[in-house]
């Protein structure tokens, strides 16, 4: 949650721009307000201090105001502490406007810092957890108690205050500070992610919370681990153990991320791009991972304990995935990871944890991590970001390749992380080369189906159901957890209330809902269930129901139906697709923004 970004050296000697343009990439990961600090050029007339910019809102097509120079900080933010205002928004200064603070996380001991700097007199103007640290600092370099005249060179030693500073600070967090004095922008990490970029042809360094902030600028990065910290300056990037003020080699690695991953394409939305990039996503998990695949798949059938963890649209892979080890002969166990905790005591060195992220840094899914590997469990993440946490805390990767997923609304990432999934239950019965090949039909057959007809008819569809305040949706076996995403497809997207359900729960109680014109969305396959499902449709079509098929064939239950590529179990990935395109279209016709939904952010670092 929320973005950092800053500059050293900005070649346009426009940094305040190059920030602004670095957050817009950013904006996925909190877009209630966002703010700038620059260091004005030396021809800016009478400068002595940082100047700031603050707005409440998204980004969209703001320009700023700031004068030119060469060095800035930028945030884009979630709220934690403090409401939406500009005086809350990010960057914070301290008294003297010589420090300015960009923080990622939450500062769980800020209050009795509050208090203890307001009784030095330092004055705070926003009601966040984040000020304190601008304050902290100043007081370390430069100490209230200490007449101007006594301080000694040693009391604005800026690196041991911000060290100090961030070691005091209790809480995951990631800040970044920059100083008027020194042009010097420091970055510390601990818990909440952090990447330097460094452009060697143009001699400009880059701080972000991602990369695709500063990939059209460079692809050459370090991916800060927990406790290190940079110290980036007109000379260059040095690396720093946090902790011991050490300084250690900094090591770059390039990255084959093509900008063309992170920038639109031609599409109006991020949204609608990746969800037709998995046409390719697809096809190319089938040839990744299988050294780590087949490594899995031995300790499952060695007798590992599989539980398989995630938070929101990752729980829902999860729970297929426990579908897939059962078609398997495998049993699995699977948690929302925000519920784990009370079960982690029954992890032992026999239990293999499957977590399964985006963006591998899900406060939820790490805190759960961190608790089984206490335990001695084996770690596996499934993770399509790069550099995370997640995968830090891993003995095995699976990293599953799907590029940059900048719409917050999960689509390309879930399937790639499910087809890493379907793989792993396959290799468990030895038939990993059989699930290859039938993942590379699946890739076929989708791209033939995801075209325009299908897209048309999904238009119109939204176009009735545009006014709909609820929406039910049944399935079963593995079409219920189908269902539960395609429902997160459409609250996120369009902020319709959309409701799962497992087929078999419908006569337990929630058949109550259905009345007459409801729409019932139906999910089901050509499988061993498709009989029951049905019976479930015409039982919601008998109280009125206006029942829609998401499914591979047609049936009288159904008043009219979206016809899905017949795929046997994996039949899932294209129901599943039709939410993700239906959530969309509704979306765009309600307002919405497909790209960033309303209070949400894609990585949800805080808990
Ligand atoms: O980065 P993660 O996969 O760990 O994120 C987990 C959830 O926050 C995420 O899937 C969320 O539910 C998305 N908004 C789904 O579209």
């Not at 009601?127 to 301080?151: F, G, N, Q, W, Y």
């Not at 998990?285 to 031995?298: D, G, H, M, Q, R």
Request: with cysteine; glycine share 8%.
């Amino acid at each position: 949650m929320c973005g950092i970004f800053a500059v050293v050296n900005d070649k346009t000697n426009n940094a305040a721009q190059t920030v602004l343009t670095g957050l817009k990439k950013l904006e996925y990961r909190g877009y209630d307000s966002w703010g700038i600090a620059i260091k004005p050029g030396r021809s800016t007339e009478a400068v002595d201090r940082l100047q700031v910019e603050k707005h409440i809102g998204k980004i969209g097509e703001a320009k700023t105001n700031l004068p030119k120079g060469k060095i800035a900080i930028g945030h884009t933010r979630w709220a934690t502490h403090g409401g939406v205002t500009d005086e809350n928004a990010h960057p914070h200064l301290d008294c003297h406007q010589q420090i300015a603070v960009i923080h990622n996380g939450i500062v769980e001991n800020y209050l009795e810092f509050k208090e203890e700097l307001i009784k030095k007199t330092h004055k705070f103007s926003s009601e966040t957890d984040t000020e304190v640290i601008a304050h902290l600092i100043e007081e370390k370099m430069r100490p209230s108690v200490i007449p101007s005249e006594e301080r000694s060179d040693e009391s604005r030693n800026l690196e041991k205050a911000v060290f100090e500073t961030f070691n005091s600070l209790v809480g995951s967090n990631a800040i970044g500070v920059i100083d008027f004095e020194s042009e010097t922008i420091i970055a510390c990490r601990n818990g909440s992610p952090l990447v330097v970029g460094v452009d060697e042809k143009n001699h400009q360094f880059f701080l972000g919370s991602d990369v695709p902030a500063f990939l059209k600028h460079t692809n050459r990065v370090h991916f800060l681990d927990d406790g290190e910290a940079v110290v980036i300056t007109k000379q260059g990037v040095k690396l720093f153990n946090v902790k011991s003020g050490q300084e250690k080699k900094l090591i770059l690695q390039q990255l084959d991320w093509q900008l063309e991953d992170a920038e639109k394409g031609g599409f109006p939305h991020f949204l609608l791009k990746e969800i037709m990039e998995q046409k390719e996503t697809i096809a190319k998990i089938a040839s990744i991972n299988e050294k780590e695949i087949l490594e899995i798949a031995n300790l499952i059938r060695q007798g590992f304990r599989t539980v398989l963890i995630g938070c929101g649209t990752a729980s829902y892979c999860a729970l297929a995935g426990k579908y897939f080890f059962a078609n398997t002969g495998f049993e699995s166990q699977t948690y929302g990871a925000y519920e784990f905790l009370p079960f982690s005591q029954f992890a032992n060195n026999k239990t293999l944890i499957i977590a399964i992220s985006q963006s591998g840094e899900t406060a939820d899914t790490l805190i759960a991590v961190r608790a089984a590997k206490k335990q001695g469990a084996k770690i596996v993440a499934v993770v399509n970001s790069r550099g995370s946490t997640l995968e830090r805390l891993a003995d095995i990767v699976l990293s599953v390749g799907a590029g940059p997923e900048i719409a917050v609304v999960s689509t390309k990432a879930f399937t790639a992380q499910l087809v890493t999934l379907y793989l792993l239950a396959e290799a468990t019965s030895n038939k990993y080369e059989p699930g290859k090949k039938k993942i590379k039909e699946l890739s076929k057959a989708l791209h033939n189906w995801l075209n325009k007809q299908l897209t048309n008819r999904l238009i119109d569809l939204a176009k009735e159901l545009i006014d709909q305040e609820h929406i039910y949706l049944i399935g079963k076996h593995l079409n219920y957890p189908a269902t539960l995403e395609f429902a997160l497809k459409l609250k996120e997207s369009s902020y319709i209330h959309a409701e799962p359900f497992a087929a078999g729960e419908l006569k337990h109680g929630v058949i109550t809902l259905i009345q007459k014109g409801t729409p019932c969305f139906v999910l089901a396959s050509n499988d061993e269930v498709k009989g029951e499902i049905l019976s479930s449709a015409a039982e919601l079509k008998a109280r009125g129901g206006r029942i829609i098929g998401i499914a591979p064939f047609n049936s009288y239950e159904f008043n009219e139906v979206i016809q899905t590529p017949d795929l046997g179990e994996l039949t899932i990935f294209a129901n599943i697709i039709v939410g993700q395109l239906l959530g969309y279209y509704l979306g765009v016709g309600r307002g919405a923004d497909p790209d960033k939904p309303r209070n949400l952010a894609k990585s949800v670092t805080v808990k």
